[in-house]
């Protein structure tokens, strides 16, 4: 499923695309080359016989892929075009890197490929939205809500039939407990075990197997069997039902999945945290000094942007004020501020927080430090690393051993007690479903750094977790490493007591207040000290404002602070 791409390849990246990006039946949009630059890197490939030759790598995400099966049946479609020279799935972050030859052939064909199986590619920012990540949030709390409302009250329902004895319970009233619980289990059929059905029809189109279809086949089977049971207790399928495990396996189910989604929903949300951090519109400066506000992507080269203070720098470029401050804590790790002199280089991602500054544009979108991490970052995510390389390898032929060992099974139990043997099958069926062992692996390291992230650690491959495990040796760089990204105060001192009508308390809520009004670290972190600990104690200032290099100055009770 995975091919090594040529050893010797040098990138360069397109213009940056922010917009989002409509994906049509035919997937011709993937071709164009502005929207290609988003998820595109085009480089050169050295062959070994010294030729040179153009090469690409696209990273996009697969939408409907749940489990390895899914992926196998992805990275065969990609595979069997011509003009692709390497691909990588992984289930777990539903990313595919694809190594190809634009001369031989073109995103758009290989995306169809995909898509005649039942899956549809997107550019990995526009998949990986906010609003998108809500939406599937919503849906599956939605199907686990459901499923877990029928489940206790089909439970209730079926209850006494565990606790009475045989006879204690007339006829009658327990048929009507019976259609009761039919009546509740139709929600979770329809609604909430929906998603395994369509998982498990497109799969069985393809003629393939799939996580969902032993799941599928178990969830329908022992609805078939409760329904028929019900309608007839002396009929060949025998009198038990199942209603109350049917919906309890489908809510336990849909539950883990709901952790799943929220565990890839939080790596997601630390990798938009950063992705995300430029702003969409800057000010330009035009020739005769007039300032207009513009989107980011039409920001170019030797633009004179103003950039406002605690707002992050749009581009790499040159200072043209005589002095500016910026935090550069997402580069460096290092939480003390930079001050820069007129002339000297800005990093785009760095948040200005001495004064509104000028810059001149040198560099943009993805030639700029920032987007080489946020590409290391995406490159992280696609990382596949090799327990689950060994995992999606023996998931798929399990899968097919799974099915023929519950008809086995299913087909023993018929000769000996054929009441039992259904119900027996199934069990089989549920009780093997190898969803963990395929998602529980890759889930647990891209979990792992997604929590990496949002405390500031970024990974540039999911292998290095792995290979952690057996270090018994770690060396530190402390620069940007051992150092905190925020500046923090450790102890609060008074000089002088104070006047008699100013307590401790006053003061500190004066330097609150003083210090809330700056975005540079040292105030920010006075301000995070002093949360808290004035209570309800209020001060008026009048003239507060900041000066650039000198600090903040307000008046309060007719002094000057």
């Known amino acids: 499923m995975t ?9 360069s990246w397109g213009a940056d695309h922010r917009g989002p990006l409509t994906v049509d039946d035919d997937f011709a949009s993937l071709d164009d080359s502005v929207e290609q630059s988003a998820f595109t890197q085009i480089g050169v490939a050295t062959a070994p016989d010294g030729s040179t030759r153009a090469q690409a790598c696209s ?19 990609v595979e069997q075009v011509p003009g692709i020279e390497g691909v990588q799935v992984n289930a777990a972050t539903r990313r595919i890197t694809v190594w190809w030859d634009p001369a031989n052939t073109t995103v758009s064909q290989w995306a169809k490929a ?13 998949a990986l939205s906010l609003t998108e990540r809500m939406q599937a949030s919503r849906r599956a709390l939605w199907r686990l809500f459901v499923a877990g409302f029928c489940t206790m009250q089909v439970m209730m329902y079926a209850w006494p039939d565990y606790v009475a004895e045989p006879g204690d319970i007339p006829p009658d009233i327990e048929q009507l407990l019976r259609w009761a619980s039919l009546v509740l289990t139709l929600p979770v059929m329809v609604f909430a075990a929906q998603t395994f059905f369509t998982a498990a029809w497109r799969d069985a189109k393809q003629w393939r197997v799939g996580m969902d279809t032993p799941v599928s086949i178990g969830i329908a089977v022992a609805f078939a069997a409760s329904v028929a049971a019900t309608l007839q207790p002396d009929g060949p399928w025998g009198a038990q039902v199942w209603f109350d495990s049917l919906t309890m396996f489908v809510f336990f189910l849909l539950a883990s999945r709901y952790w799943e989604l929220k565990a890839r929903d939080r790596t997601a949300g630390a990798l938009d945290a950063i992705a995300h951090r430029l702003p969409d519109s800057v000010l330009v400066e035009s020739q005769t000094g007039e300032l207009q506000r513009i989107s980011s992507r039409n920001v170019r080269l030797e633009h004179v942007l103003h950039v406002a203070v605690g707002q992050a720098l749009p581009a790499d470029g040159v200072l043209l004020n005589t002095q500016a401050t910026t935090d550069e804590a997402l580069l460096t790790g290092e939480s003390k501020p930079v001050h820069k002199a007129q002339g000297d280089t800005l990093v785009a991602g760095s948040l200005n927080v001495g004064q509104p500054l000028r810059m001149r544009v040198t560099q943009l979108g993805s030639n700029t430090r920032f987007a080489h991490i946020v590409a290391l970052m995406e490159r992280a995510a696609t990382d596949k690393p090799r327990l689950a390389q060994l995992a999606d390898r023996v998931a798929a032929p399990f899968l097919v051993v799974v099915l023929l060992l519950a008809t086995a099974t299913g087909l023993y139990w018929w000769t000996q007690t054929p009441s039992q043997a259904l119900a027996i099958a199934v069990s089989v069926l549920i009780v093997t479903c190898p969803c963990a062992l395929s998602l529980a692996t890759p889930t647990a390291m891209l979990a792992t750094a997604g929590r990496l992230a949002g405390k500031g650690v970024l990974l540039r491959r999911l292998q290095a977790l792995e ?32 006047a008699s009508h100013w307590t401790r308390a006053k003061v500190v809520a004066a330097v609150q207040v003083l210090a809330g009004a700056s975005m540079h670290p040292s105030s920010k972190a006075v301000v995070r000290f002093t949360a808290g600990t004035c209570g309800d104690v209020a001060v008026a200032c009048q003239d507060l404002a900041e000066h650039a290099g000198l600090g903040v100055q307000a008046t309060i009770d007719a002094h000057v602070w």
């Not at 091919?3 to 990138?11: D, G, I, Y």
């Not at 940007?480 to 007591?497: C, E, N, P």
């Open 114 to 126: 995909v898509g005649d199986k039942g899956y549809r590619l997107l550019p990995a920012r526009d």
């Open 59 to 77: 990273i996009l995400v697969v939408q409907g892929m749940y489990c390895a099966a899914c992926a196998d049946a992805v990275s065969a479609a």
């Open 3 to 11: 091919q090594a791409a040529p050893t010797t390849t040098s990138w």
């Open 467 to 498: 290979a952690l495990s057996g270090a018994t040796t770690v060396v530190f760089d402390k620069t940007g490493t051992l150092t905190k990204d925020q500046l923090q105060v450790q102890q609060l001192h008074l000089r002088a007591q104070p």
